[in-house]
């Protein structure tokens, strides 16, 4: 038996161009063990390997957007 979290996270960044908002939804699996001590501690790991990966993407959104626009300002200079 799988213990599966789905984790649904919306971030809301200010900027001095702005504010970025994006929405980011990870899933994470893990094997469920007889032990309802340790189910419990599964989910809260579970949680937190979600929202690991969510602000993992969130990071790698806001730089790729950030190299896009340093690369637009330079070029219009």
């Not at 994470?28 to 690991?52: C, M, N, P, V, W």
Request: proline share 0%; glycine share 8%.
């Amino acid at each position: 038996t799988r213990y599966r979290a789905n984790i649904r996270v919306r971030f809301d960044m200010v900027t001095k161009q702005g504010k970025i908002k994006k929405k980011i939804n990870t899933v994470h699996e893990s094997d469920i063990q007889a032990s309802s001590l340790y189910s419990s501690a599964l989910r809260t790991e579970a949680i937190r390997k979600g929202l690991e990966k969510a602000l993992d993407e969130f990071l790698a959104y806001v730089s790729a957007k950030g190299m896009l626009n340093g690369k637009q300002g330079a070029g219009s200079k």
